[in-house]
Nanobody, 116 residues
Framework: EAQLVESGGGLAQPGGSLRLSCAAS????????MSWVRQPPGKGLEWVSG????????FYADSVKGRFTISRDNAKNTVYLQRNSLKPEDTAVYYC???WGPGGSRGRGTQVTVSS
């Protein structure tokens, strides 16, 4: 059974940094693109970032471009999202998802709150 477990969320101050991790199991991680999506309070899902299986191609939403960096370690079956220069509008539940885009199966998510 495919499983995704996110970690690394919490409270951060504006301008701060946090790294999210997503540990994958139950499928051939190295063969799949992976994505991060988020859901701000009261809003819909937003595709934040994606990375292809070989980490040679990435996607970033305009809202996070230049501040967030996605990466993966296929030996550890883990995908990461380094988030710098955090803003209050980055407050959301962050999910990692299988595949390219927001439609794949997701983990349970990790809450990130950006507030002073």
């Amino acid at each position: 059974e495919a499983q995704l477990v996110e970690s690394g969320g919490g409270l951060a101050q504006p301008g701060g940094s946090l790294r999210l991790s997503c540990a994958a199991s139950g499928f051939t991680f190295s063969s799949l693109s992976m994505s991060w999506v988020r859901q701000p309070p009261g809003k819909g899902l937003e595709w934040v970032s994606g990375i292809n299986s070989g980490a040679t191609y990435t996607f970033y939403a305009d809202s996070v471009k230049g501040r967030f960096t996605i990466s993966r370690d296929n030996a550890k079956n883990t995908v990461y999202l380094q988030r710098n220069s955090l803003k209050p509008e980055d407050t959301a539940v962050y999910y990692c998802a299988r595949g390219w885009g927001p439609g794949g199966s997701r983990g349970r998510g990790t809450q990130v709150t950006v507030s002073s």
